[in-house]
């Protein structure tokens, strides 16, 4: 690796060391051989007061102590400030992928991340916040991979030939659903809409019932469709009156809007 010295272009040194892979991370072990926590002899690109301050630094930790991470830190710390550290903060917490791709997306988020540990404490909260930023499209596909997943984990399969992805909308036990809400079949609301007037009581009971599984979508439903569900109760004369006229008309209305 070539050699860089502190002189003047702290920023730049920084951003040099902090760019090099992890799995290139070694250092010489007092105990003989090497190990694996930052870059290769990284003291040796310390000089003059850079080596004097890392050496006082670490001259009471032990070994296990010394981290990249420890390391990465108390460079910021000492050479580039808060100004430059709280920058970078700023720039991940506004990071989302947008055109990058998920690999470029990813080296971004792991370098900024460094700069804001406090907000990711955890892997449960890096990975939020890293799925927070994704595109959407990427997201539905995590999920769907997610569901699948589930469904092998507890051995429940699909059949391919009827599975469907990538739609917008699912009709569902005569309702629409989507991204937007769930909303009445169009199709169940053509049939309320052009239902001929009731001729009987079985008649009504049809059209009540067809009417009442989406009651949800009409305010005060029951007290619309008192007047009808009246002629369903016992000892009740089958009459059709203008009051109930009203309220099959306004019945059929409300699902037109």
Known sequence: MQEIRLQGGLKTV??????????????????????????LDVVSLLHGDAYTWWTTA?????????????????????????RYADEKKREFMALVQGGMSVTDYEIQFVRLSQYAP?????????????????????????QIRVNMQTLLENQLYAKLSKC?????EVVFLGHVVSSEGIRVDPKKVEAIV?????????????????AGYYRRFVSGFSKVAAPLTKL??????????????????????????
């Open 14 to 39: 920084f951003k040099q060391l902090v760019s090099i892979p992890k799995c290139q991370y070694r250092y010489p072990s007092p105990s003989g051989g090497l190990g694996y926590r930052y870059p």
């Open 58 to 82: 670490t001259s009471s930790m032990d070994e296990g102590e010394i981290t990249w991470e420890f390391f990465l830190s108390a460079f910021r710390r000492k050479y580039l400030g808060t």
């Open 118 to 142: 406090e907000l990711v404490p955890t892997e449960r909260d890096r990975c939020d916040r890293f799925r927070y930023g994704l595109v959407k499209e990427v997201k539905t596909y995590i």
């Open 164 to 168: 469907e992805f990538w739609i917008r």
């Open 194 to 210: 052009n239902w001929k007037q009731p001729t009987s009581v079985t008649e009504i009971r049809s059209f009540l019932g067809l």
């Open 232 to 257: 369903l109760q016992k000892g009740i004369k089958y009459e059709w009156s203008d009051a109930r006229q009203q309220a099959f008309e306004k019945l059929k209305e409300a699902f037109e809007h």
